[in-house]
């Protein structure tokens, strides 16, 4: 089983053919072997589906919301390029598009009992169950207004290629779990921001709007949760003489920009550390600098909220965060320096040549 199976897809799944039993006496049954991949296409399971004693067996894409029949036709697209015949698996569809699926031949069921399948000895057309659960399972894009959703795409953007990672890997690398990593890809897909398919076939569209959003979004929904405290120093220039290692921390903000360019004299020095080490982090900086808490202070500790494998420049926070960090100022000298990094290092990582 992959990752889908264990969460969203599981339920979802189990529903339909629940539903496909009830409506036509049909039995399907979730195959426990792996499914098959065929051109770089790998189906969310496996499923065989029993009639009077002849058995069908299909691969399963399952989406939680069909709602336009472009989705239709870029699923149908797929499933002519596998070596077993695909069926499409959502909580509703619609008495419009499953006509739009029968047309073009591509075969579902859904969890109100709607279904097409079609094979030899097997003919199936249900439609018109009406969505009793259409506001239960009705989800509207969401878009960054949580502080998961952030952490994933800040993932995504500061690691594009990642797009192409399972499910597990991207809710691993960003610090949520599976099922928020999987519902953040699935807003973005809604929302226009993803071409969908397998891991192997999606791709960000319009990163730079995303990337936007994000920094509009991250000092309201997400920075609030580090656990931001603030210091001061009697020697203002400190972070000069400190290995940001020993501290298992990264340099955001201004430092990070001094770090990167040679330029700017930073008023304030912005420290990410790891949460697991934020208390051996702070008592060795209050031993090595003389650190003091002061609400009002120029030094601000906070959480990492991303994995060091996200990371590109040693003992620097990812541009895209010291980027926001630095706008946030609104100094012109400091929007200056993020207009700088976002031109040399992260255009060139989210639209790559």
């Known amino acids: ?51 009077d004693g002849q058995t069908h067996h299909y691969l399963v894409e399952c989406k939680t919301i069909i709602d336009r029949k472009a989705q239709i036709d870029q699923i149908d697209l797929r499933s002519r390029q596998m070596n077993s015949p695909l069926m499409l698996v959502t909580h509703y569809m619609s008495k419009e598009l499953a006509m739009h699926c029968r047309a073009v031949g591509l075969q579902f069921i859904d969890t109100h009992g709607n279904a097409y399948l079609r094979a030899p000895g097997l003919l199936v057309f249900t439609v018109g169950e009406k969505n009793e659960r259409r506001h239960q399972f009705s989800k509207a894009p969401k878009g960054l207004t949580n502080a998961a959703s ?9 690691k594009p290629e990642l797009v192409s990672a ?26 226009g921001y993803l071409l969908a398919g397998t891991k192997q076939t999606r791709k960000l569209l319009e ?3 995303l990337m936007e959003e994000w920094v509009t979004n991250f000092p309201t929904t997400l920075r609030p949760k580090l656990n931001s405290r603030r210091f001061s120093s009697p020697d203002p220039y400190w972070w000069k003489n400190v290995d940001i290692a020993d501290f298992h921390a990264v340099w955001g903000s201004e430092v ?14 912005t420290l990410y550390v790891d949460a697991m080490d934020m208390r051996n982090a702070i008592n060795a900086l ?41 706008l946030s100022l609104l100094d012109p000298r400091a929007k200056e320096m993020a207009n700088i990094i976002k031109e040399k290092f992260i255009e060139p990582t989210i639209n790559p040549s």
Do not use: C
Request: zero cysteines.
């Open 1 to 51: 089983m992959n990752q889908f199976e264990y969460d969203v897809g599981q339920t979802l799944l189990h529903e339909a053919l629940a539903s496909l039993r009830h409506k036509t006496d049909i039995q399907g049954t979730v195959v426990n072997t792996p499914p098959k991949v065929a051109v770089d296409h790998e189906a969310d399971a496996s499923v065989d589906l029993v009639l």
């Open 166 to 191: 399972t499910f597990k890997e991207v809710a691993a690398l960003s610090g949520v779990a599976l099922g928020s990593a999987y519902n953040v890809l699935e807003d973005l897909e809604g929302r």
């Open 256 to 269: 990070a920009a001094v770090k990167m360019f040679k330029h700017l004299s930073p008023s304030t020095q």
């Open 150 to 158: 952030l952490r994933v795409i800040f993932t995504l953007l500061s």
């Open 207 to 209: 990163p730079n709007r």
């Open 286 to 326: 209050a031993k090595n600098i003389r650190l003091k808490p002061d609400p009002y202070g120029p030094i601000e500790v906070l959480e990492k909220f991303w994995s060091s494998d996200i990371e590109t420049i040693p003992g620097i926070a990812p541009p895209l965060l010291v980027y926001s960090d630095l």
